[in-house]
């Protein structure tokens, strides 16, 4: 049966786990993970714009991720400023656009530098939108949200009793788009690990037991087939569902 639009999810999130478990299986060093982590990455985001998915939201790097031992976080971030470099020209070739989100100061320059590069590169693509949160923490989204808005009432712009979740939604890492629909973590692990806290609450789970090297294409499409046949409620019965939704 061919998936309708309507069971197609708008925007996944995504956790990239078991890069390090994939290595370790292979005697290899985690950073070898991490590679091949990065190579499956390139296949996923092209499945899923041919699949016609608005917006995936990968976690490469989480704000907890420092803790790590130093050659680890290193390597990582290495990885991660030759990525940008590498594959924004190819993204924008393909009409993907990139977005990072998280709090880059801690970064370095040259990452921070690439990082802009990147996404002014990718600027004009109208396709698909890959957002990459790199020292994000979902607890981070929702204090740098209300640090903004406590600075509102300061100034006299905003009254307490105005804050409301659209409100605070507004200054949230991504609040042009739609919440996430579908929340994927492989790795084996059922945890969320401070991942899109607030934007997740009505997103459907599914956790694959796949490390993520292995999660391809088809394992996507297992995913998008099993989303399908979900019925979100939205806190309403069932039966309402199905009496306003044609399919
Ligand atoms: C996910 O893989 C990638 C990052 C957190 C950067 P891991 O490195 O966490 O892999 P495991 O969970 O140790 O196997
Ligand atoms: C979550 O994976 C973060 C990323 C995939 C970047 P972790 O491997 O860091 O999560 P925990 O520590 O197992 O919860
Ligand atoms: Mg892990």
Not at 90 to 101: F, G, S, T, Y
Request: hydrophobic content about 40%.
């Amino acid at each position: 049966m061919p998936m309708t639009s309507a069971a197609l999810p708008r925007h996944i999130a995504l956790v990239m786990d078991g890069n390090g478990r994939w290595a370790k299986a292979r005697g290899q060093a985690r950073h070898k993970g991490h590679r091949a982590g990065y190579e499956n990455l390139r296949q996923i985001v092209g499945h899923s714009a041919r699949r016609g998915i608005q917006v995936l939201t990968v976690f490469a790097f989480s704000s907890e991720n420092w803790n790590r031992p130093k050659g680890e976080v290193n390597l990582l971030l290495q990885l991660l400023t030759e990525a940008l470099r590498r594959e924004a020209p190819q993204l924008r070739d393909n009409n993907v656009r990139l977005r990072l989100i998280g709090e880059r100061s801690a970064f370095p320059e040259r990452l921070v530098r690439q990082m802009a590069e990147a996404e002014a590169i990718t600027a004009p693509s109208t396709g698909l939108l890959l957002q990459v949160a790199a020292n994000y923490g979902g607890r981070w989204d929702l204090l740098q949200a209300c640090r903004a808005l406590a600075v509102q009432v300061q100034a006299g712009e905003l009254q307490p009793e105005q804050i409301d979740e659209a409100c605070l939604g507004q200054q949230l890492s991504f609040a042009d788009q739609p919440d996430p629909d579908l929340f994927i973590r492989t790795g084996g692990e059922q945890r969320m690990s401070n991942f899109l806290l607030w934007q997740s609450a009505y997103a459907e789970l599914y956790f694959s037991p796949l490390l993520w090297p292995e999660f391809g294409p088809e394992a996507l499409d297992q995913a998008l087939a099993d989303y399908a046949g979900r019925q979100r409620r939205f806190g309403k019965t069932g039966e309402q569902v199905q009496e306003t939704d044609p399919c």
